[in-house]
């Protein structure tokens, strides 16, 4: 119990038990205890027995404040996320019925990123080639990424900058691909997912103890 650094119970459907240690965390789907309580009688468990030592109620503080913070976290609204998983969803079915796939290059029409046209000067490319899909499968897997990474990212550090990360990325991202002289055509939100992951990665390394 000397090791336990963070306690935190989040209810509902997708509820857990979040037991974090010195050696990593430990997370408890609520779905997975034989009874429905159970959890919270762990956690009560671990609370009394934390508190049992020396410096236990200090502790038990610090697990209450770690916790109000995660739960205001979880509680916080991930519109801007759902927003762009819905235009990437809507611009791929104007793809779809506006004849972006009835010929090999008919994307380009739509913005599709093409390296000659982009260092001719359509900078545009570098934005609207993003918004692009070239398949059902490519836009479900691109949305499912940003969907979880984009609401970690917009959770905790807001619609605004979770939406400035995903465009600095897409942009820079495509602009990339196209200096690098390997694709003369692209299309995808991949490289606005990447941002997001490299974010996600690099908060969960510098916040690592919380």
């Given at each position: ?11 509902g459907r997708s509820g857990f038990l979040l037991i974090g240690t010195a050696l990593g965390n430990f997370v ?51 519109r801007a996320t759902i927003g762009v998983v819905a235009i990437l969803g809507g611009i791929f079915l104007l ?95 991949s490289t606005a997912a990447f941002g997001l992951l490299g974010a996600y990665a690099f908060t969960a390394y ?5």
């Amino acid at each position: 119990y000397r090791e336990v650094n963070s306690l935190f119970l989040k209810a509902g459907r997708s509820g857990f038990l979040l037991i974090g240690t010195a050696l990593g965390n430990f997370v408890f789907p609520l779905k997975s205890f034989q009874v429905a309580d159970d959890a919270q009688r762990l956690e009560r468990a671990i609370r009394e027995r934390i508190q049992a030592l020396p410096d236990g109620d200090a502790r038990v503080l610090a697990f209450d404040q770690k916790g109000a913070q995660a739960g205001a976290t979880f509680a916080h609204p991930i519109r801007a996320t759902i927003g762009v998983v819905a235009i990437l969803g809507g611009i791929f079915l104007l793809q779809q019925f506006g004849g972006a796939f009835d010929q090999a290059f008919s994307i380009v029409r739509f913005g599709a990123s093409a390296r000659l046209l982009v260092l001719d000067g359509q900078w545009y490319r570098l934005l609207t080639g993003s918004l692009l899909h070239g398949s059902l499968i490519h836009v479900l897997l691109n949305g499912l990424a940003i969907h979880a990474l984009g609401g970690a990212i917009e959770r905790l550090y807001g619609s605004r900058n979770f939406l400035l990360i995903y465009l600095v990325s897409a942009v820079f991202g495509t602009g990339l691909s196209v200096l690098s002289n390997r694709a003369e055509l692209s299309v995808g939100a991949s490289t606005a997912a990447f941002g997001l992951l490299g974010a996600y990665a690099f908060t969960a390394y510098r916040y690592r103890d919380r």
